[in-house]
């Protein structure tokens, strides 16, 4: 696998347009290494889900610099740039087709080998297989109807049959229980392991083991560290951790 991603944000600010012009995020500093796992927290509105859609260039920055592997994102050709990133966005999209189209959607390469490695790793293989069609379970109106957790795993299939050097986790695992979101992480760790992943999440014990946490409020990066430094030096960590 190829090395993932260095991402930098140097004093990046950004305001969505006819807000007010109010910047939901402020001045962010912020290095991702390349194969690193940064978890994102903070409440709900603190910029999170804004933070993350600015790397695909889903919206640009109203100030600073993003860059990835040292190039301003701006200079790069969108489609390719977004070629190397895979988010994983709160609400699940599947479309009504099999499960193996689904999971092909987005990189119509891939062999069946492949989308069947991705599935073990999302945790979603030995569900498709209990089902009597398998991968060509058909999905939608006339198709089975999934739990939101199994949605939320073969959405997590279908960005790693992309095979992203930049993986984006937002608040994707809500659905899982806490037992099948550490055995993803767990076949992340193994099988993406040069993979740079962002993980924003709402439970602590999603973020916990990242090699880096990042804690956002109203717009701000208000710490940045592991868990043990995090729970010394950071208050909105530690409110975060008693709620
Ligand atoms: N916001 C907009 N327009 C949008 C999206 C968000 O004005 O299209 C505002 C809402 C909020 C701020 O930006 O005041 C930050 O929202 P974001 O969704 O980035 O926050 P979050 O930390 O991801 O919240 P959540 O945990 O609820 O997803």
């Given at each position: 696998h190829r090395p993932g991603g260095r991402i930098d944000f140097a004093n990046v600010s950004f305001a969505y347009e006819g807000a007010a012009g109010?910047?939901?995020?402020?001045?962010?500093?912020?290095?991702?290494?390349?194969?690193?796992?940064?978890?994102?927290?903070g409440s709900t509105g603190s910029g999170k889900s804004s933070l993350v859609s600015l790397v695909p260039r889903f919206y640009d920055a109203s100030s600073g610099e993003i860059r990835v592997d040292g190039v301003n994102i701006r200079q790069l050709?969108?489609?390719?740039?977004?070629?190397?990133?895979?988010?994983?966005?709160?609400?699940?999209?599947?479309?009504?087709?099999?499960?193996?189209?689904?999971l092909h959607w987005g990189n119509e390469h891939?062999?069946?080998?492949?989308?069947?490695?991705?599935?073990?790793m999302a945790q979603a293989h030995s569900f498709i297989v209990g089902f009597p069609e398998g991968y060509g379970t058909r999905l939608g109106q006339k198709g089975v109807n999934l739990s939101g957790g199994q949605k939320q795993r073969l959405s997590i299939?279908?960005?790693?049959?992309?095979?992203?050097?930049?993986?984006?986790?937002?608040?994707?695992?809500?659905?899982?229980?806490?037992?099948?979101?550490?055995?993803?992480?767990?076949?992340?760790?193994?099988?993406?392991?040069?993979?740079?992943c962002l993980i924003i999440a709402q439970r602590?014990?999603?973020?916990?083991?990242?090699?880096?946490?990042?804690?956002?409020?109203?717009?701000?990066?208000?710490?940045?560290?592991?868990h043990e430094m995090l729970l010394e030096s950071c208050k909105v960590y530690v409110e975060i951790c008693q709620s």
């Open positions: 109010e910047p939901v995020l402020k001045q962010i500093n912020l290095t991702c290494l390349p194969g690193e796992t940064v978890g994102i927290i050709d969108p489609a390719k740039l977004r070629d190397r990133i895979a988010i994983v966005p709160q609400n699940t999209i599947l479309f009504s087709g099999t499960i193996e189209e689904n891939a062999t069946r080998e492949e989308i069947e490695q991705a599935a073990t299939a279908r960005a790693l049959v992309r095979k992203p050097d930049i993986l984006i986790l937002d608040d994707c695992t809500s659905a899982l229980d806490t037992a099948t979101e550490t055995e993803i992480k767990k076949s992340l760790k193994v099988f993406a392991s040069g993979v740079t602590i014990t999603s973020v916990m083991d990242a090699d880096k946490i990042v804690v956002m409020d109203d717009g701000e990066i208000v710490g940045i560290g592991t």
